[in-house]
C-alpha cells in the first residue's frame, strides 16, 4: 500500500470513528468518504504540505478497497481470472490463473497483513492466535480462507481459493473438455439412480466443483443435507441445510467436529447427504450413514480412483481400536458405487481421468472395482468392463448400456 493511501484510509477511520458512522461494508458510503478525504489531500498539497495525487481515481480506489475490501490483493478478488491467492511473505504475494502459479509485485506488511485477516474473519465467528494458530473460514462471497500464523511458520501465511461460480453442471464440464457427453450422461443417471458416489483426485482438481456439477442433476423434491468443514459447496436446491464444524472458544469449549454434524444429519430426514471431503475418523460415521440407506457423496484426496477405495477403507481405523478392516472393508465395498478420479495437468487443465464402478466384491482384501470409462489418448471414452453394480442403474430405469457403447 502506498503512503497516500495509507494516509487517508487512516483519515477516513479517524473521521468515521469521531462522527460515529459504521462503513460496515458500505461501499457507497466509503467512496464519499475517499473522495472527499483524497480531494482534501490533494488541496493540502497546493499548500506545499506534501506531494500530489498524480491518479485520484485510483487512490480513491485503493482507499475504498483498503476499508471496506482486501486492501492490495482486491484487485484479484474483483478479476475473474484468478482461482488461488497465496502470502508466503511480504514480497511473496502470488495468485494462480488456470492452475498457474505468477507471483506479484504487491508488497506486504506484517502489519498490514495481520490487518488483513482479521478484517476477512470478521464476519466468519473464527479466530486465529497464538493458542489457535491455524484457522479454516469462508469470506463473505464464498471464498475459502486458511491462515497460519508464527511460530508455526516464520512469517504470516495465508491462502484464499476463490469461490468460482463459473461451472455449476456436468454439460459445462462437458464443453470445458474435462469429461465426455457419454461419461456426463452416465453420472446424471447415476445421481438420478441415488448412486454413492465418491469423487478423488489431488489438490485444485475440481473436486468441489464436480460435486456441485453432480448435483444439478438431483430430483427437484430431495432434502439434501451437507456437511463441510467450512461452506465451500455451491448447491442450487431447494430444500437444503448447509452445515460447517465450529472452532473451540478461548475456554476450549463449543467445538463441533465433522463427526458430530454427520451423526446429527441423519436426525434431518436426508434423501442424500453429502460431506465435503473426508480426511480422518469421520469416514467411519459417512460410511455408517451410507450403509443406512441414506444417499450420498464426498471427496476424498487420493492419486487414482483404487487408491482412493484403500483409502476410504483406512481412514475409519482412525476412530478407534475396537474398529478394524474386517468390517471396514466389506462396508466400503457394499456402499460405495462409483468412484470419480479428476487430475489436473502442468497446463492448469483439470480432466476427468477414470470413473470406476465398484463390484461389491473384496478381492484379496481390497474392494473391487472396475473402470468403465477411463482416459486413452487423451479422451474419456468407455471399456467394455459391465460390473454388477450397473444393476443399481437398471434398477432406477436407466440402461447405462445406451452410453457405454455409444
Known amino acids: 500500500m502506498s503512503d497516500p493511501v495509507r494516509t487517508i484510509a487512516e483519515r477516513v477511520r479517524t473521521r468515521v470513528l469521531r462522527e460515529g458512522v459504521d462503513l460496515g461494508g458500505d461501499d457507497s458510503l466509503a467512496v464519499r468518504y475517499a473522495r472527499e478525504e483524497v480531494r482534501r489531500y490533494n488541496e493540502l498539497a497546493l499548500g506545499g504540505v506534501h506531494d500530489g495525487l498524480h491518479d485520484e481515481l485510483g487512490t480513491e480506489r ?6 471496506t475490501g482486501y486492501g492490495p490483493l482486491q484487485p484479484f478478488f474483483d478479476d475473474p481470472g484468478v482461482e488461488e491467492i497465496w502470502v508466503n511473505g511480504p514480497t511473496r504475494v502470488f495468485v494462480a490463473r488456470n492452475g498457474v502459479a505468477e507471483l506479484t509485485n504487491v508488497v506486504l506488511g506484517e502489519r498490514e497483513l495481520r490487518a488483513l485477516v482479521e478484517r476477512m474473519l470478521q464476519h466468519s465467528g473464527r479466530r486465529v492466535d497464538l493458542s489457535s494458530p491455524f484457522v479454516d473460514a469462508s469470506l463473505p462471497d464464498g471464498s475459502r480462507l486458511h491462515v497460519v500464523i508464527p511460530d508455526v511458520t516464520r512469517q ?64 427437484p423434491g430431495e432434502r439434501v443435507v451437507t456437511v ?12 437444503l441445510v448447509a452445515m460447517q464444524c465450529r472452532q473451540p472458544s ?27 471431503e473426508v480426511r480422518e475418523a469421520e469416514s467411519l460415521d459417512l460410511l455408517i450413514a451410507l450403509n443406512s440407506g441414506v444417499p450420498g457423496m464426498c471427496t476424498i484426496h487420493a492419486n487414482s480412483a483404487r487408491d482412493a477405495l484403500v483409502k476410504l477403507c483406512t481412514l475409519p481405523l482412525l476412530a478407534g481400536r475396537n474398529i478394524d478392516s474386517a468390517f471396514v472393508v466389506p462396508t466400503v465395498a457394499s456402499c460405495i458405487d462409483l468412484v470419480v478420479h479428476l487430475s489436473i495437468d502442468r497446463g492448469g487443465v483439470r ?42 442403474l437398471r434398477g432406477a430405469g436407466f440402461d447405462p448400456e445406451i452410453v457405454l457403447s455409444a
Do not use: C, Y
Open 351 to 392: 480432466r476427468v481421468e477414470e470413473i470406476s464402478v465398484t463390484t461389491g466384491r473384496v478381492v484379496g482384501g481390497a474392494v473391487d472395482a472396475e473402470a468403465v470409462f477411463e482416459r486413452t489418448g487423451g479422451e474419456l471414452v468407455a471399456t467394455s468392463a459391465r460390473p454388477p453394480r450397473l444393476q443399481k
Open 156 to 219: 504470516w501465511s495465508v491462502n484464499v481459493r476463490k469461490f468460482q461460480r463459473r461451472i455449476r453442471t456436468l454439460p459445462r464440464l462437458v464443453e470445458l473438455g474435462s469429461l465426455s457427453r457419454e461419461a456426463a450422461e452416465f453420472l446424471r443417471m447415476a445421481v438420478l439412480a441415488g448412486a454413492n458416489i465418491l469423487v478423488s483426485g489431488a489438490t485444485h482438481t475440481g473436486k468441489t466443483t464436480m460435486l456441485n456439477a453432480l448435483m444439478s442433476n438431483s430430483r
Open 62 to 67: 485503493d482507499v475504498v478497497a483498503e476499508l
Open 250 to 276: 478461548l475456554e476450549g469449549t463449543g467445538e463441533i467436529t465433522l463427526r458430530r454434524l454427520i451423526k446429527e444429519s441423519l436426525r434431518m430426514r436426508p434423501d442424500r447427504l453429502l460431506v465435503g
Open 228 to 239: 463441510e468443514e467450512t461452506f465451500e459447496l455451491d448447491l442450487d436446491v431447494r430444500d
